[in-house]
């Protein structure tokens, strides 16, 4: 099987259908595990990346978080929250197939806070600093939760 032929053809039926043009392939041992072209056009979910959708459903036909024995075909280099998704799960490897460099000038999203230029510096800030507002509000019930998970998990 050609997963990268078939990561690309799934991005592009997903853009014939009015979706947008990315999406992901999961691989262990030659097979298809789980795969998904991105849905945030046609669910309104704007966290239906094809990466998340497609981790999702591994991780759920496998029956695990781990996707260590995996290898995950994706059409562009990942957005932060993809890649946090990918580093979680921890596969063998990613093999992306082209760069948002590379693809850029042929593809726009139009967010708020979001642009696909300024995205990872904006990532790199402190939060102070960053587009999006962010306040901390400390409560010490928020450390009760995770003082609360510790003492459920010490071993």
């Known amino acids: 099987m050609d997963f990268v032929q078939r990561t690309i053809d799934l991005a592009m039926?997903?853009?014939e259908e009015g979706g947008r043009p990315f999406a992901t392939v999961i691989a262990?041992?030659?097979e298809?595990?789980?795969e998904s072209a991105n849905q945030v056009a046609q669910t309104n979910d704007p966290t239906a990346h094809a990466e998340i959708l497609a981790v999702r459903a591994a991780c759920r036909k496998l029956g695990?978080?781990?996707?260590?024995?995996?290898d995950i075909y994706i059409l562009a280099s990942p957005c932060p929250m993809c890649?946090?998704?990918l580093y979680y799960c921890s596969p063998k490897r990613v093999?992306?197939?082209t760069t948002r460099e590379d693809y850029a000038p042929f593809y726009k999203d139009d967010r708020k806070y979001f642009e696909l230029e300024t995205f990872y510096d904006e990532y790199a800030k402190p939060m102070g600093e960053r587009r999006l507002p962010m306040i901390q509000q400390r409560h010490q019930g928020a450390i009760a939760v995770y003082q609360r998970w510790q003492?459920?998990?010490a071993r």
Do not use: F, P, W
């Open 151 to 153: 003492a459920l998990n």
């Open 64 to 70: 695990t978080e781990h996707l260590t024995d995996c």
């Open 95 to 97: 093999i992306y197939l």
């Open 28 to 30: 262990r041992n030659g």
């Open 13 to 15: 039926q997903n853009v």
């Open 32 to 34: 298809i595990i789980a």
């Open 83 to 85: 890649l946090g998704s």
